[in-house]
């Protein structure tokens, strides 16, 4: 038995670094494309437009992009023990192109300040998650929400344009 394990271990070539190497550079490096996205988010309220927030980001296919900006506003009273909340906006999205269409995975979060002068402050919330698929180099709509507790109307649109 030992014998033959010995004749095995001969017949194997060992690898060392360099045939590691050599494999590498063998195998075709994947292309990088590159997007640039574009989302709007539309607020009506009762009716009339009451602004339209726009992110907009380059992405590189089969990447995630997280964007967090914001700010920790006190909310609690000031007699009370410190309670904080974060305002601003949360953005992860996941990008491929796929069957002649782009294939988007993310997660948008908007919170800020409706009533700043009420103790404790009214904050307003925005949450989607998104898994859907769009044509390339055409705004889509890809969600309609409406508010139920306000009359406050959004609208989610996207652009997707190849750069590279």
């Not at 980001?57 to 967090?68: A, C, F, S, Y």
């Amino acid at each position: 038995m030992a014998l033959i394990v010995c004749l095995l271990a001969m017949t194997v070539p060992a690898q060392g670094p360099e045939d590691r190497q050599k494999k590498s550079e063998e195998r075709p490096r994947r292309q990088i494309v590159i997007y640039h996205l574009e989302f709007t988010l539309d607020e009506t309220l009762d009716g009339k437009p009451s602004g339209a927030r726009n992110f907009k980001m380059l992405m590189q296919e089969g990447e995630t992009n997280r964007v967090r900006i914001g700010s920790k506003v006190l909310i609690s009273a000031p007699e009370s023990e410190p309670k904080f909340a974060d305002l601003g906006l949360k953005f992860d999205c996941k990008l491929n192109e796929r069957d002649g269409y782009i294939s988007i995975d993310g997660k948008l979060e908007l919170n800020d300040l409706v009533s700043p002068a009420t103790s404790p402050p009214t904050i307003r919330s925005f949450q989607a998650e998104i898994e859907t698929a769009a044509p390339l180099d055409k705004a889509t709509t890809i969600g309609v929400y409406d508010d139920a507790v306000s009359k406050r109307h959004y609208e989610l649109r996207m652009t997707v344009t190849k750069v590279k």
